[in-house]
């Protein structure tokens, strides 16, 4: 966390680790009348990892797929804008 923390925006990991932890907390579902909205994104967030009950082992595995995902995206990107 204390890593992640220190990158730049833009860096993989760091989108990686938001994009894990947009899953995780359901946050496209949130709603701003709702009980987590009222809690704020970073209790939500940890208690959404407290709640789900997974393993460290099992957590990175969610933040390595999603990192490649964001290689993915990001490449993708990346040849658009070459190609323009």
Do not use: W
Not at 10 to 36: I, Q
Request: hydrophobic residues 40%; positive net charge; proline residues 1%.
């Amino acid at each position: 966390m204390e890593t992640i923390q220190q990158l730049p925006d833009d860096h993989e990991d760091k989108l990686a680790f938001c994009l894990t932890m947009v899953r995780l907390s359901e946050c496209m579902k949130c709603d701003l009348g709702s009980y987590k909205a009222s809690l704020g994104c970073a209790s939500c967030a940890r208690r959404a990892v407290n709640s789900a009950k997974l393993s460290d082992a099992a957590l990175i595995k969610r933040f390595e797929k999603a990192r490649a995902e964001v290689r993915e995206f990001l490449s993708k990107r990346d040849k658009r804008e070459e190609a323009a």
